[in-house]
């Protein structure tokens, strides 16, 4: 239920977290670091990342526009889907069943 997600690991290996917030619609206050770049699509890197030494002004810059914050971010939610067990579990099955018959 939150509107905004954040980050300010040292380390991340993938960010469930993260991307299950990012698909509930928070918007993301992350640095552009570890595999976030790799979860958020290219072209909304600008809107979802801060650079180093700037998450204070980022995440005031959001608090103080929540609106316009949501709208920069348009489409992320739906960008996370490609992580929803709906869309893995077909694939993981195809793996097992390929490394069964060897």
């Not at 469930?16 to 640095?31: F, H």
């Not at 980022?58 to 526009?65: C, G, K």
Request: charged share 25%; no cysteine; hydrophobic share 50%.
């Amino acid at each position: 239920r939150a509107d905004i997600v954040v980050s300010v690991t040292d380390h991340e290996f993938f960010g469930v977290a993260v991307v299950e917030a990012l698909g509930a619609r928070a918007v993301p206050v992350l640095p552009r670091a570890h595999s976030y770049p790799e979860i958020v699509p290219a072209d909304l890197h600008d809107a979802a990342f801060y650079p180093p030494g700037g998450f204070r002004r980022r995440l005031a810059e959001v608090v103080s526009d929540l609106d316009a914050a949501r709208a920069s971010v348009s489409g992320l939610a739906d960008a996370m889907e490609r992580f929803s067990w709906a869309h893995v579990a077909p694939h993981l099955d195809t793996v097992l069943v390929d490394a069964r018959r060897g």
